[in-house]
């Protein structure tokens, strides 16, 4: 039975679709831990390993710091990525974590998603912006694994 509306699968294309690709693909979030920047600290630069049984195709981005509880948010931080297997930025320049990372209620949605390799890793360079402040940043990309297995 087709969809009543053209050009749309309907739901026995759907169930079937389903069924082909379970296990094959899921949702996942990679995460990093807690990325504790001193007062006049270093940045920090985490990395999200990708799984070696799988490639990682990022759909979105979210960021939050222990700063973005501030009544006057001014302490902002600017997040770089990078692509371990492609040696590609993802960006010209270091930008500040409102333009680049959403919160779980609002998350920064990819206008073109990313692919990352199984077995490659996803760089952060996280760099805070007063240096007068200390901050704990914790970064979560979500997206869906793609299992070669």
Excluded at 105 to 134: D, E, G, K
Aim: aromatic share 10%; charged share 15%.
């Amino acid at each position: 039975m087709g969809s009543a509306y053209p050009g749309l699968p309907g739901p026995d294309e759907l169930r079937a679709f389903r069924e082909n690709i379970r296990g094959k693909m899921g949702w996942f979030w990679y995460a990093t831990a807690n990325q504790a920047i001193a007062i006049g600290g270093p940045p920090a630069s985490p990395q999200l390993q990708i799984d070696a049984r799988s490639d990682f195709l990022a759909l979105e981005i979210m960021a939050v710091s222990d700063q973005d509880a501030v009544a006057v948010p001014v302490n902002f931080y600017t997040i770089e990525i990078a692509g371990s297997s492609s040696g590609r930025n993802y960006q010209s320049a270091p930008l500040e974590n409102r333009l680049v990372a959403g919160t779980g209620q609002r998350p920064h949605y990819l206008a073109i998603p990313i692919m990352f390799q199984a077995s490659s890793s996803i760089a952060l360079t996280l760099t805070a912006l007063n240096p007068l402040v200390a901050y704990n940043i914790r970064v979560a990309v979500g997206g869906v694994k793609f299992y070669t297995e």
